[in-house]
């Protein structure tokens, strides 16, 4: 990952606890470091919908393979949405990979004048046994580096991105660490935006009183593009008011609309947030 100390440092911006109903207002998490140590802190949630982020980091001070697992002290539920374990290499000594990432639009495998950058993309680099040696990420000029662990015959190299995947070469590049290495990805992107609305949460009341429903609508992909959203309710059901997300275009009968606009961004290559409602019904 890098030389020791090394210093790895755990993120996660949107984290849920999917079906929890509770009444808490925070969550305690405890992360398994791999090496004997342990931490465990709070987060609130932001949401009603019992969202929440954390940032911690730790310093592994010998060398090794280690695997990250994180999980729920508080409340009394099952486990975040994903807490798989990542396995980590810490090496004495370490090479420098770096390039450049670029949206092959000309489908020439070369970086012409004309292709975009992308930027804000994750670069995964991984031993034989798929063991993590080094992340990167792509700058404002599409430029990255890494350090990785010297010594390994063969690095293997991934694109993480739900919109793009690996052309130039579409294995990926293979390389040893004896020495520092540059490499140039070039990307090939869906044009098609995938729009898709996920329920998130319904709290249920008696009759007579309110219930909450929640859902999200996000995107992926680079096309601008505009798209109708549409939630309906039971015909027994009417609409309260809204505690979050945009005010809808219209509501006829059981039925609310939205008309949602995405514009191109190169540097967005993932999920957007689109919308978040929440309602009271």
Known sequence: MCPL???VEVVNGFCSLYGYTGNEDSITLAIYWGDDQTDTFKSEFFTASHYFSFSKSHDYKFPGEFEILMDVISPGYASVASNSPLSIHVSPTYSEVSGTVFIDSIDNCIQDSLDPLAIN???????????????AFTDQNGQFSASVPSGFDSVYSSVSSKVTELKCPASGHIFNTYADTSIVFGLEYF??????????????????????VTFKVHTFGYDDGQAKVKLTIDEQLDFSNQLLGPTPDSIVGNAAFWTIDYPVDYSTQGMRRLLFSNSKL
């Open 121 to 135: 993309t994750t670069l995964n680099f991984h031993d034989v046994n798929d063991v993590l040696l080094g992340v």
């Open 191 to 212: 044009g098609v935006n995938d729009i898709y609305a996920r329920h998130g949460r319904t709290g249920s009341a008696p009759p007579g009183d309110t219930g909450i």
């Open 5 to 7: 100390p090394a210093h």
